[in-house]
């Protein structure tokens, strides 16, 4: 028996299967404030047959479409996120997000030091990933690590 969590949205895009926890860094990673008077329906830790340990949260935006860029940013937040795009109270899309192998900009180095965090010299960030589960990133310029956890902290919005 499938129970709804939360109620269904009629347009727009629904992120699934987040990690729990999460949300909350999505909804600040896409710059959503809720001001913008957008319905916007949040459901945390809740159960998931799916997910490792059995719980997750999903993020639900009516009327907001994303950009690639705005994908791109959720798959080093929420790595086993979905996304669906809904039409018509249809899922008429369904997208798993992808972990790519090389990071350029989007993160600051967690290193104050480094060469990409000097403002006159302005080299741009890069991060290779050396782990895609955990996900764990390297700076290219000083091998400084990321870890999955601290990645909200490093994004550059
Ligand atoms: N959803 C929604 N509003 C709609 C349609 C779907 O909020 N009008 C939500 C569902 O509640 C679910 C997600 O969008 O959280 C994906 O919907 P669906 O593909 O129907 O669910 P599942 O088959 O469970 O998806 P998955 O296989 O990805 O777990
Ligand atoms: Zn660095």
Do not use: W
Request: proline share 4%.
């Amino acid at each position: 028996m499938k129970e709804m969590k939360v109620s269904k949205i009629n347009n727009g895009t629904v992120i699934d299967h987040i990690p729990p926890g999460r949300a909350l860094e999505v909804l600040k990673l896409l710059g959503i404030t809720g001001k913008e008077g957008k319905m916007i329906l949040v459901a945390m830790n809740v159960t998931s047959n799916r997910m490792k340990g059995g719980r997750k949260d999903i993020v639900k935006i009516e009327g907001l479409y994303l950009s690639e860029d705005q994908i791109r940013r959720i798959a080093l937040i929420a790595p086993t996120a979905t996304i669906n795009i809904i039409k018509n109270r249809e899922v008429v899309e369904k997208k798993g997000v992808e972990i790519p192998d090389e990071v350029s900009g989007i993160l600051k180095c967690s290193n104050p030091t480094c060469i990409t965090r000097n403002e006159k010299v302005r080299v741009a960030s890069k991060f290779r990933v050396i782990n895609k589960n955990p996900l764990r990133l390297q700076c290219v310029y000083c091998e400084s690590i990321i870890e999955e956890e601290e990645i909200s902290k490093y994004m550059v919005t």
